[in-house]
Nanobody, 119 residues
Framework: QVQLVESGGDLVQVGGSLRLSCVASGSIFSFNAMGWYRQAPGKQRELVAT???????NYADSVKGRYTISRDNGKNAVYLQMNSLKPEDTAVYYC?????????????WGQGTQVTVSS
């Protein structure tokens, strides 16, 4: 069973920075893509950033230029560097890993880490 453990969430002031980490229980080589999603109170979960096994990155428009996703295959980890944080970035951030199967995709989620940006 795949386990993803996020960490790094915190309370930070507007304009501050945080780095989120997501460590997988096994090798992330087996995942076709990994990413970060977030869910604010009363809102649907939304994509923040993804990175494929080939290193291709994709970002939500709202975080482009401020967030950077990266991966360290040796540590089975994916990171999200968040800069110039805004109050609207406040949410629970979730790590997701996707493995593309023959008939379906397999998604695995972490438990989430809270990011709160105060003004």
């Amino acid at each position: 069973q795949v386990q993803l453990v996020e960490s790094g969430g915190d309370l930070v002031q507007v304009g501050g920075s945080l780095r989120l980490s997501c460590v997988a229980s096994g090798s992330i080589f087996s995942f076709n893509a990994m990413g970060w999603y977030r869910q604010a109170p009363g809102k649907q979960r939304e994509l923040v950033a993804t990175i494929t096994s080939a290193g291709y990155r994709n970002y939500a428009d709202s975080v482009k230029g401020r967030y950077t996703i990266s991966r360290d295959n040796g540590k089975n980890a994916v990171y999200l560097q968040m800069n110039s944080l805004k109050p609207e970035d406040t949410a629970v951030y979730y790590c997701k890993a996707t493995r593309i199967g023959t008939l379906r995709d397999y998604d695995y989620w972490g438990q989430g880490t809270q990011v709160t940006v105060s003004s």
